[in-house]
Nanobody, 128 residues
Framework: QAQLAESGGGWVQAGGALSLSCTAS????????SGWFRQAPGKEREFVAA????????FYSDSVKGRFTISRDNAKNTVTLQMNSLKPEDTAVYYC?????????????????????WGQGTQVTVSS
């Protein structure tokens, strides 16, 4: 079973930037789509961004579009979320997730069901 581990979380002032990384292991040679979700205390988990195995298709929630960038390096088994112009409302635990890629790339936009593997999360705190 594939395992995911996030890193790069921390504290930053509003307007600053952070880069989160997700490293996968035990995935074999299968093709995976990857996504980032986040959950603030007392709130539901929400979609942030997703990327296909080849990296050519990317999806973003409206709240982060233009500020966050998702990318991947399959040779290193990593997925990165570059977060710029951070706002206090971005404060949350960020989770990396992956699911076996299908022909329906849009299935990985906003939905949690297609994702089979989840990391433990990394805390991002943005001060005002």
């Amino acid at each position: 079973q594939a395992q995911l581990a996030e890193s790069g979380g921390g504290w930053v002032q509003a307007g600053g930037a952070l880069s989160l990384s997700c490293t996968a292991s035990g995935r074999g040679f299968s093709r995976y789509a990857s996504g980032w979700f986040r959950q603030a205390p007392g709130k539901e988990r929400e979609f942030v961004a997703a990327i296909t195995w080849g990296g050519l298709r990317q999806f973003y929630s409206d709240s982060v579009k233009g500020r966050f960038t998702i990318s991947r390096d399959n040779a290193k088994n990593t997925v990165t979320l570059q977060m710029n112009s951070l706002k206090p409302e971005d404060t949350a635990v960020y989770y990396c997730a992956e699911g076996l890629e299908t022909s329906d790339f849009y299935a990985y936009y906003r939905q949690e069901a297609p994702y089979d593997y989840w990391g433990q999360g990394t805390q991002v705190t943005v001060s005002s």
